[in-house]
Every structure is written in C-alpha cells, then in structure tokens.
C-alpha cells in the first residue's frame, strides 16, 4: 500500500491540508460533543472526499490518522485525572490540535510523513494500537505553550 500511497500525484501536503480542514474538522467536534461519544462519529470530509478518493490508500490511512490522534489526545486527558476540567482541556486541546495541523510546523509534517508510511501501524483495526507513535507524534504536533493552555483552562475550569 505504501507505493500506492506515496507514488500518487497527490502529496502528503496536499492530503494533510485536505483531512485537517478547519470546516470539517469542526463539524467532527461539534458532533461529538453533542452526541457525547468518540471522534469516530464525525468524521465529515466535506469538500475534500472528491480528492481523497483519488487515493483511497490515502483516505483509509488519513481517516486511521486522524481518529487515532483525537482517541489519543482523548487518552492523555484521561490520565491527568482532571475531573470536571476534562471537558474544557480536550476542547482546547482539539483546537491547538487542529490549528498545528493546519500549518504544520517542518519537523511536524516530516513526522506526519513518515508515519504515513509505515505500513505496520494501518490495519484492520479503527484505530492506530501503537500509542507510543501517536503520543510521540503528539508531542511533535503539540508545543510546550500549547499543553500549558490545555492544563490552565483546565484548572480554570475547575474553579
């Protein structure tokens, strides 16, 4: 699948600025919170299906992505015990989220790359299993002052 990923005219680029959409991307928030249950059930491409079918390897492997990254983050959030402060820390995370990978940093998008192609972690399975690859590709994504925001509306949340 990787040759027919990567030989296509259509570049990672390309493919990332398609599947990280603000419009859609947005929609797949707003419907999760209002139906309160996991990313999975808004995954709304938009605009974007028409040029992702060109490359279903693409697709398939974008849609692995970007689930997996948002279980995870969802994941992370959980671990920190938050309390009644998760709800507000996973909003803001999803949108720092979203707005590094709009324009993603140069090490970032190389990461993205990179995991794009490893075969391995795109099975049968939803979601990527490897959460060593999503937590490091986290910390790539998500900067020092982003997971400072996400603890601060938290904790002010929390008051």
Known sequence: MQGVIM???????????????PASLQVAIQIEDETDCDVTAGLDWGLAIPALLQNPGMFARMTQLRVSLNRELRLLLKEWNLGIGEKTALEVAQKRLIQRLQLP???????LQEILKQDELYNVEEFISNRYVLKSLLTIL???????KIAVAAANSVR
């Open 105 to 111: 940093e140069p090490a970032a998008l190389s990461a």
């Open 142 to 148: 998500l900067l020092d002052s982003d997971w400072e």
């Open 7 to 21: 030989n296509n005219n259509q570049n990672v680029a390309a493919a990332i600025d398609l599947l990280f959409n």
